[in-house]
């Protein structure tokens, strides 16, 4: 079961491509790429349903939690808010990124495998878990944005991660993306 949540992490995990991408694509067209891969893996898991799609198939049915999973749009929607809303300045689009695909596939990893404190208010989530979001969200997207900025983004995305309502793949970037620009273009 771990090793199959660590596949699945790893897969989140590569959206760090996005970054990679952003320095060979222009805005617009770094904007419609998640959108296209959200359609075109509704379209797939549509497909899925009825038919055997190889390779597309064995992934989807190793690797989803259950039949109706749709994780993947609200990802691939998350990447785009993160682009849209951030892309005039690539360096917090690239820190939000790295908050959402690294820090939330730690944060699963970590809290499966050791999480045994749990959060207040919040029994499926772990201090081991949110401790290790913190940490890697700090660490890598410190690596783009001031100091300062990275922490507060990574303790707002890590808040964000452990209690809000909507999906984390939605609401991390929203909330990480936008207490780092108000700082560096407050204070920065």
């Known amino acids: 079961m771990y090793k199959r949540e660590v596949i699945r992490q790893l897969i989140h995990a590569s959206g760090i ?21 959200m359609l075109a893996g509704e379209l797939i898991f549509q497909i899925d349903k009825k038919y055997y799609i190889p390779f597309f198939s064995k992934v989807l049915r ?12 609200y990802f691939f929607l ?10 005039f300045n690539m360096t917090i689009a690239n820190a939000v990124i790295i908050i959402l695909v690294l ?24 201090w081991q878990g949110s401790f ?6 700090f660490i890598g997207a410190g690596t783009q ?19 809000s309502p909507l999906d984390d793949n939605i609401a991390i970037p929203v909330v990480s993306g936008t207490v780092i620009t108000l700082l560096i273009y407050l204070f920065f």
Do not use: C, W
């Open 145 to 163: 944005v001031p100091l300062a900025a990275a922490f507060m983004g990574a303790l707002a995305g890590t808040i964000t991660e452990a209690y």
């Open 78 to 87: 998350g990447l785009t808010l993160t682009l849209a809303f951030f892309g």
């Open 17 to 37: 491509l996005f970054i990679f991408l952003g320095n060979y694509l222009s805005l617009p067209y770094l904007i419609i790429l998640p959108l296209m891969a």
């Open 132 to 137: 290790s979001f913190f940490l890697v969200s």
């Open 103 to 126: 820090g939330d596939a730690t944060s699963t990893l970590v809290g499966k495998k050791i999480g045994k404190n749990k959060l207040p208010h919040h029994l499926q989530k772990s």
């Open 62 to 73: 190793s690797y989803r939690r259950d039949e109706n999973e749709k994780g993947f749009i």
